[in-house]
């Protein structure tokens, strides 16, 4: 059963850049696909992206794409959400989520089975 802590949200400006990382234990990390979502206040949950297994192949919301990357250290264990050029709209606590093995990334939060308890990232002038 892999355990994931995310780390590495704060306040940033707009325009700034933040990492997140999400640190697993507990499992074999290397046949995890890992993904990130986000909750804005009085929102519903969301897709931002995700990685499988071996790093091989990423996905993105359309609105994260040419801004963020999702990558992941599987000798670390961790995987990484880099967020450049943030707006306001990306206020949001981020999640980390995990689901064993696959070969097709999918967005659907009830498709991961393992979660973290969320960052806090804060945007503003």
């Known amino acids: 059963q892999v355990q994931l802590v995310e780390s590495g949200g704060g306040w940033v400006q707009t325009g700034g850049s933040l990492r997140l990382s999400c640190a697993a234990s507990?499992?074999?990390?290397?046949?995890?696909?890992l993904a990130w979502f986000r909750q804005a206040p009085g929102k519903e949950r969301e897709f931002v992206a995700a990685?499988?297994?071996?790093?091989?192949?990423?996905y993105y919301r359309d609105s994260a794409k040419g801004r963020f990357t999702i990558s992941r250290d599987n000798a670390k264990n961790t995987g990484y959400l880099q967020m450049n050029s943030l707006k306001e709209e990306d206020t949001a606590v981020y999640y980390c989520?995990?689901?064993?093995?696959?070969?097709?990334?999918?967005?659907?939060?009830?498709?991961?089975?393992?979660w973290g308890v969320g960052t806090q990232v804060t945007v503003s002038a």
């Open positions: 989520a995990a689901r064993r093995a696959a070969v097709s990334i999918l967005t659907g939060q009830t498709a991961y089975a393992h």
């Open positions: 990685i499988v297994s071996n790093g091989g192949k990423t």
């Open positions: 507990g499992g074999p990390f290397d046949l995890y696909q």
